[in-house]
C-alpha cells in the first residue's frame, strides 16, 4: 500500500501567481497563532489571555513569548499593554524579548534591549524567560562567558529548558571551527550530559542529535565537510549511528504531541535519520512532523530549507 499523500507545508502566500513558503514558528500551537496573529495588529488582550494561561509552564512560556516577541510591532504593541498594566510581568517580558528581536534583527540597540530583560527578571525572579532573551543575545553577539552565565541562569529555574540547551550547542558547536571532524568536540560531551542528567520523558534525548548537526553546519560552512549533506560521511559514522539508535528509540517509547517545541527535535531527527540512509524511519518522522518544518536543519549549512525538506520527504515517503 502507498503511503498516504502528505499535508500541506505550513502556510502559502502568494505575491501575484507565485506561492512563496511561510515558516510558522508557532509550530503546532494553535492559540499561539491566533494570539499572534492579533498582536500583529495591536489586539494585545489575546496575548494577556493566553500568557495568564501557560502558567509556569517554563518550555511553553518561554516558546510562546518568543514567538509572540516576533509578531511585527510587537515591541509598540506589548509597550501598549505594560501602559495599561503597569508592573505586569507578562507584558514585561514580553516587551523584553520582542527588543532582544529587534537587536537581532538589526533595528534596535542592544544596551535598552538588556535592561528590559533585567526590568522582567526583577518582576518575575522564578521565570527562565527574561534570561532567555538574555541568553538568545549572548549566543549571536556576546562573548563565551555571557553565554555560559546565561545558560546557568536558565538552567537554575529550569534544568530541563529545551531552548536553551539547544542555543548552548549551536554555540559550542561553533568552538574551533578549523579543527575539522574531533569525535571528542566539547558540544558532544556537552549534549551527551544534558540527555543523561535530564529525566526519562525529557526531549532534550535528542539533544546528542541536534549536537551532531550544529556541528556539521559549523564544519561544512568551514569547508570541512560537503556542502550537500548528502554526500557527507557525517551521517554515517559510529558516533551518528550510536546517537541516531538512541533517539530513535527513546521517540518510539516516549514522545508525545505534548511539548511545544516537539516538532524542533522531529525535524533534527528526520534529517539525521534521512541521511544516514534509514528512510523508513525517516519516512516515520516525516508523516509525525506534517507540515511542521524548521529552517533548521535543512538549511545547514547554506540551503533552502523548504526545497531540501521537500526533496528528502518526497523520497522518504517514496521508497516505503
Known sequence: MSPPPPPPLGRLRRRGSR????????????????ARD????????????LLAATGPDWDRRGHRVLVLAQASGAAVWSGDWLLAEPGSADATTLLACAKVYGVLNG??????ARAACRDAVLLAPA?????????????????????????????TRHPDHHHAHHLMAARLAERRADAGQDPLHEVY?????????APADSPLAILPVVAHAERYRVLAAAGHEPADPASSGHWTGRRA???????????????????PRNRVDLNFLAHAQFHDGRVAEAAALFQRIG????????????????????????EALGSV
Open 127 to 155: 521565570d527562565p524567560t527574561p534570561w532567555l532573551g538574555l541568553l538568545l543575545l549572548a549566543r549571536s553577539i556576546g562573548t563565551e562567558e555571557e553565554t555560559s552565565r546565561f545558560f546557568d541562569e536558565v538552567r
Open 291 to 314: 507540515g511542521h518544518i524548521t529552517p533548521a536543519p535543512w538549511s545547514y549549512p547554506d540551503r533552502d530549507p523548504h526545497q531540501a525538506f521537500i526533496a528528502a520527504r518526497n
Open 107 to 112: 533595528k534596535a540597540k542592544e544596551g535598552p
Open 19 to 34: 506561492p512563496e513558503h511561510f515558516f510558522d514558528p508557532a509550530l503546532d500551537d494553535v492559540e499561539l497563532a491566533a
Open 241 to 259: 549511528r550510536q546517537v541516531l539508535k538512541v533517539a530513535f528509540n527513546w521517540w518510539l517509547e516516549w514522545e508525545t504531541a505534548e511539548h
Open 38 to 49: 492579533q498582536l500583529a495588529q495591536g489586539r494585545w488582550s489575546e496575548a494577556r489571555t
Open 189 to 197: 560531551d556537552f549534549a551527551s550530559w544534558a540527555a543523561e542528567q
